[in-house]
């Protein structure tokens, strides 16, 4: 396996598996996230995933580049499974409030769909999250149909709403705060994606698998009120 390590100052370095965006070189980066945590690797204080590289950040005081990176190479020399179990989660959402859904009639023009072909492709499509970053929550979830691909909007909004469902690229997300954004909004969850009175804030994380599930109107309210509440039980949208 051809791996590059780039320094990244004095206190950490990154392990670089390639060049693409694909499930392959993701899989790798998450497989060696779990080796070096599960190795416990003295001197090591946290990996973070990217899209295709994982950074490790050490304690200078107690290892060095020059004694972990001869570790990470043996752990990768014991070939890395890309087939790690991963939870799978469940995410309500809400596409046929216009309020909730205002690029969905431009995605299915520009797409030449109709918008319940485009709901229908998003619900089937075949998600799983690679990376948090941008801000605390927010997930670049791939594996959006392929047919859905468009770049961002020319002009993006200045304020976002918090939960928005968005498409762009070969991904969809969920804006975890009201902010700004140039995301293709096409439906909203009721779930926060962020929320500091759970033991867990951040509800994603790198390696899960999705599943959107079309909610109406009425079921979205319901469901916002219990979130709002601090009364949803979590883990029944999530399975290992």
Not at 200 to 223: H, M, W
Request: proline content about 8%.
């Amino acid at each position: 396996m051809s791996v590059r390590y780039l320094s990244c100052g004095d206190t950490a370095f990154t392990v670089e598996f390639g060049n693409a965006i694909s499930p392959e070189i993701n899989g790798k980066v998450m497989a060696l996230h779990g080796a070096i945590a599960q190795a416990r690797v003295p001197g090591v204080v946290e990996t973070v995933p990217s899209m295709r590289s994982l950074m490790v950040t050490y304690d200078p005081l107690s290892t060095t580049r020059a004694e972990l990176q001869p570790r990470i190479d043996a752990l990768i020399a014991t070939g890395l499974s890309t087939g790690m179990k991963s939870r799978r989660v469940r995410i309500p959402c809400c596409y046929d409030d216009p309020e909730f859904a205002p690029d969905l009639a431009d995605v299915a023009k520009r797409t030449r769909k109709s918008p319940e072909q485009v709901i229908t492709d998003h619900l089937n499509s075949a998600f799983k999250v690679y990376v948090l970053g941008f801000m605390p929550g927010l997930a670049y979830i791939a594996g959006l149909e392929r047919s859905l691909y468009l770049p961002r909007r020319n002009e993006p909004r200045v304020r976002v709403p918090r939960s928005s469902v968005a498409i762009a690229m070969d991904m969809t997300t969920i804006y975890p705060f009201e902010s700004p954004g140039g995301w293709h909004l096409i439906g909203r969850t009721p779930l926060f994606m962020f929320d500091k009175r759970r033991e867990q804030p951040v509800f994603l994380a790198p390696g899960d698998s999705l599943q959107f599930e079309r909610v109406d109107r009425k079921t979205y309210d319901r469901i916002a009120r219990e979130v709002e509440a601090g009364k949803l039980d979590w883990s029944t949208l999530v399975k290992s």
